[in-house]
């Protein structure tokens, strides 16, 4: 069920790609903030499961443009429109946003990933940015913009930064489809065969021509729905119960990196990537690489500092994408669970507990879930293997 590991060359492309990535996303959160608004920010953590995608698991379906722009425009929107109808059913029955917040959470990543389905844009970062709006109040700040900033202008960046920086690999291409492919495979086995390496390297800026997977049959995305949103309420439930029994069990278990691993496990569930070794390790990974990465930069004081949070999570996916390679467990949203640390500062206390909980307790129950939920459909088999 593994996908095989990259040459440990690869690991090196894999790392200057999302380093770059997080430099540009520096940039654009700096202007963004000087020009525009203070409030708004391009440094948010849906990004380190994006990184993953486009800079390692690049001949992925879920990492062509299409999905990583498409999907997370509509993470953004979806995540913005439930998040704003429940705020007002709360205002209507005089509750506090926070009783129903479960209830929210787990509605918009589950539409998210219907509405992804039927668009034929499933990108698992799109599910933590839906549910980084609902849970994350700063967040919020950004208003109906946020589907356009960061959710639309910075994927349109980072695809174009993906196709230049992929593209000098000889062992790498990117975009597998192009943005309206119909799948022509070997529709260029007719051309002759570049003579140079600039000629190589601009014929595969233009796509491989790879036909893109079938659109998601309507009943399978009935069972994602269900799925997901049993999967993110259950998350979002369990903390006050196992409190109940162990005081001091460290909450909340649902961080945002979740969105993203529950389009896989509940959506893409055929996957290499939502495998039940790749959510667990890989999860684990992200989440130990953000705690290190927290610490390093502690011995200077600069752990919070919001100017070099760039640098700070430009060093931290990097490696976890580095490390997922070089253990067969990339993961995406590993990259977005240690982001979550490097931004989130109540969760600065657990230090490396964060490992244990949220990252791979929170994973593996994300997986017994996927398990029996995927399960209860005779069309669905997950996992597909278990190492």
């Not at 202007?31 to 990004?47: E, H, M």
């Not at 443009?65 to 997370?72: F, M, Y």
């Not at 995305?221 to 993110?232: A, E, T, Y």
Request: glycine share 10%; net charge positive; charged share 10%.
């Amino acid at each position: 069920a593994g996908a095989p590991r990259p040459h440990p060359t690869q690991h090196l492309w894999s790392f200057l790609g999302a380093f770059l990535g997080f430099a540009l996303l520096g940039l654009m959160d700096r202007a963004a903030k000087v020009w525009i608004d203070g409030s708004w920010a391009a440094l948010t953590p849906p990004f380190g499961a994006m990184a993953v995608l486009v800079f390692s698991a690049c001949k992925a379906p879920l990492a062509q443009p299409r999905n990583v722009i498409v999907g997370n425009f509509i993470g953004g929107t979806v995540g913005y429109l439930v998040w704003t109808f429940m705020h007002e059913l709360c205002v209507l029955l005089g509750k506090a946003d926070a009783d129903l917040l479960w209830l929210t959470a787990a509605f918009a990543v589950s539409l998210t990933i219907v509405v992804q389905e039927r668009l034929g844009a499933v990108l698992p970062p799109g599910g933590a940015t839906a549910l980084i709006y609902v849970i994350v109040t700063p967040v919020r700040a950004m208003g109906a913009f946020y589907p356009i900033f960061p959710c639309l202008v910075c994927p349109c960046a980072w695809v174009g930064l993906g196709v230049l920086t992929n593209n000098l690999s000889r062992n790498r291409a990117y975009p597998q489809t192009s943005w309206r492919s119909a799948g022509r495979p070997g529709s260029d086995a007719k051309s002759p065969a570049p003579a140079t390496w600039l000629a190589k390297y601009v014929k595969k800026l233009g796509g491989m021509s790879v036909a893109p997977p079938p659109k998601t049959p309507v009943v399978q995305s009935c069972w994602s729905f269900l799925g997901s949103f049993v999967g993110i309420a259950t998350l979002a439930l369990l903390p006050r119960p196992i409190q109940a029994v162990i005081p001091g069990f460290p909450a909340p278990l649902l961080v945002g990196s979740f969105g993203a691993m529950a389009v896989l496990v509940f959506g893409a569930y055929k996957a290499p990537l939502a495998q039940p070794k790749n959510a667990v390790l890989g999860n684990g990974i992200g989440a130990a690489c953000g705690v290190a990465v927290y610490h390093l930069f502690a011995l200077f004081g600069n752990e919070v500092a919001p100017e070099l949070l760039w640098l700070r999570a430009g060093l931290a996916v990097p490696l976890t994408i580095v490390l997922q390679e070089a253990t067969g467990t990339v993961h995406p949203p590993g990259g977005a669970t240690a982001m979550v640390f490097l931004i989130m500062k109540p969760l600065h206390s657990l230090s490396f507990l964060y490992v244990i909980t949220p990252a791979m307790f929170g994973a593996v129950v994300m997986v017994c879930l996927g398990m029996v939920m995927n399960n209860l459909t005779t069309t669905r088999a997950y996992p597909q293997g278990w190492w």
